[in-house]
């Protein structure tokens, strides 16, 4: 079986008006591809419950922060094609990115609230290139369902955010994050880590998984968070950018009668990593 590779919009519109036609129910999971396991877990999640699914690689400029970043990111388009083989899927979509933007595009959708703290503070501007990005695919692929991992958990809720407020005809459904046995969660920058980063990056998630049980537990917050820190600290991180307790549907504050999520950002030898995990409410 090989996978089908759809560069042109309109090419994939003539397939997606005989789905419609045949009134098979859309199914989308939008990539930067670098595909592994916790790509094919939504690709499966979305073959189990769609007629039709669409996979999208593109790497999209508009949400990196620096050319340099979006230069790294790894490109492996034949791979990505030979990995979803076997899961059968309808179309991988891989437009150009004068198909995206073309010269004359001027629309930014910028999504305010959810978007503004931790990866927003950080990252100025990326939230504003996710949300175009996404909004386009969504219209592109006139999906009824898309499949985003929470492993981006700050992403799924800029997206869900933006699907109300436009009344965007598609329905968000959040995927588990995948994890290494070691824990570590699956993401494509792990790719540029060494073999001893990658040992080393496992801290993370003993870090976030033990803080959430102390404070599940009764230990208080600032304490959970500073044991962790020092964990992450010890692991060899360079930098902590973020390591904060929120709201899990808002991430303003944390309530102790909510749900909340730890959500953390650190730097290892000049790779990124993002995580989160639940917290449950205390009463
Ligand atoms: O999560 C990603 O890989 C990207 O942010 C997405 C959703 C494909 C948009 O470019």
């Given at each position: 079986m090989t996978t089908p590779i759809i560069r042109r919009l309109d090419d994939l519109r003539a397939n997606l008006r005989e789905w419609k036609r045949n009134g098979d129910l859309v199914g989308v999971v939008p990539t930067m591809g670098a595909l592994h396991d916790g790509h094919l877990s939504l690709v499966r999640a979305a073959k189990a419950s769609c007629d039709r699914v669409i996979v999208t690689l593109f790497v999209n400029p508009?949400?990196?922060?620096s050319p340099e970043d979006f230069a790294k990111y790894p490109r492996t388009e034949i791979a990505d094609a030979e990995i979803l083989a076997p899961l059968d899927v309808d179309a991988l979509f891989v437009p150009h990115v004068a198909e995206m933007y073309p010269l004359a595009h001027a629309t930014t959708i910028s999504i305010s609230g959810v978007s503004e703290p931790l990866e927003g503070a950080h990252r100025p501007g990326h939230f504003d290139g996710v949300a175009t990005v996404v909004a386009l695919l969504f219209n592109m692929t006139q999906a009824d369902r898309a499949f985003f991992g929470e492993k981006d958990w700050q992403q799924l809720l800029v997206v869900q955010r933006m699907v109300t407020d436009l009344r965007l005809p598609v329905e968000i459904v959040p995927c588990p994050s995948i994890r290494t046995e070691s824990g570590l969660a699956l993401s494509s920058?792990?790719?540029?880590?060494s073999d001893q980063a990658r040992a080393r990056a496992v801290a993370l998630p003993e870090a976030l998984f033990e803080a959430a049980d102390a404070i599940a537990k009764g230990k208080t917050v600032d304490n959970a968070i500073a044991s962790a820190r020092a964990r992450i600290s010890i692991a060899?991180?360079?930098?902590?950018e973020y390591l904060e307790l929120r709201d899990?549907?808002?991430?303003?504050p944390a309530q102790a009668d909510r749900p909340a999520r730890l959500l953390v950002a650190a730097w290892l030898d000049g790779v990124r990593l993002i995580d989160n995990v639940a917290v449950p409410p205390s009463s």
């Amino acid at each position: 079986m090989t996978t089908p590779i759809i560069r042109r919009l309109d090419d994939l519109r003539a397939n997606l008006r005989e789905w419609k036609r045949n009134g098979d129910l859309v199914g989308v999971v939008p990539t930067m591809g670098a595909l592994h396991d916790g790509h094919l877990s939504l690709v499966r999640a979305a073959k189990a419950s769609c007629d039709r699914v669409i996979v999208t690689l593109f790497v999209n400029p508009r949400q990196f922060n620096s050319p340099e970043d979006f230069a790294k990111y790894p490109r492996t388009e034949i791979a990505d094609a030979e990995i979803l083989a076997p899961l059968d899927v309808d179309a991988l979509f891989v437009p150009h990115v004068a198909e995206m933007y073309p010269l004359a595009h001027a629309t930014t959708i910028s999504i305010s609230g959810v978007s503004e703290p931790l990866e927003g503070a950080h990252r100025p501007g990326h939230f504003d290139g996710v949300a175009t990005v996404v909004a386009l695919l969504f219209n592109m692929t006139q999906a009824d369902r898309a499949f985003f991992g929470e492993k981006d958990w700050q992403q799924l809720l800029v997206v869900q955010r933006m699907v109300t407020d436009l009344r965007l005809p598609v329905e968000i459904v959040p995927c588990p994050s995948i994890r290494t046995e070691s824990g570590l969660a699956l993401s494509s920058r792990n790719q540029r880590l060494s073999d001893q980063a990658r040992a080393r990056a496992v801290a993370l998630p003993e870090a976030l998984f033990e803080a959430a049980d102390a404070i599940a537990k009764g230990k208080t917050v600032d304490n959970a968070i500073a044991s962790a820190r020092a964990r992450i600290s010890i692991a060899g991180f360079d930098d902590i950018e973020y390591l904060e307790l929120r709201d899990s549907a808002t991430l303003g504050p944390a309530q102790a009668d909510r749900p909340a999520r730890l959500l953390v950002a650190a730097w290892l030898d000049g790779v990124r990593l993002i995580d989160n995990v639940a917290v449950p409410p205390s009463s």
